[in-house]
């Protein structure tokens, strides 16, 4: 397992990227928080084909209910990366296994 971060280095209801320790992998990961609970997917959109934030870190809708991809406004649920509205309705995030030990996040993959 990779250690990537403390649950503590996002903000509840935010989320931020990471680089993928896989060397295979091109593309960040996205690590979301909610409470306790992190939820990690590929930051690549199921649509476009392109990294979801505009800025860095910036993944998060106003009211912290979905992340979106800032490229076309698709929505994604943060818990299940299911996209919800856009172009991409019915499509996932690449989700990625995470475990947390101690406050720590370590991709599980």
């Known amino acids: 397992m990779s250690h990537l971060c403390l649950v503590t ?16 992998e091109d593309r960040d990961l996205i ?7 992190v939820y990690g997917y590929v930051n690549r959109c199921p ?5 979801l934030n505009w800025q860095e ?12 991809c800032f490229t076309h406004g698709a929505l994604f ?13 019915g499509a996932h995030l690449g989700e990625v296994k995470l475990e947390i ?4 996040v370590f991709y599980a993959e």
């Open 31 to 37: 690590i979301v928080r909610r409470g306790l609970n």
């Open 77 to 89: 649920e943060p818990d299940t990366g299911r996209c919800v509205a856009g172009p991409c309705a």
């Open 101 to 104: 030990e101690n406050g720590k």
């Open 9 to 24: 280095d996002i903000k509840d209801g935010q989320a931020k990227a990471f680089p993928h320790p896989s060397p295979s």
């Open 57 to 68: 870190d910036e993944f998060m809708t106003d009211d912290e209910q979905y992340l979106m």
């Open 47 to 51: 649509h476009a084909g392109t990294n």
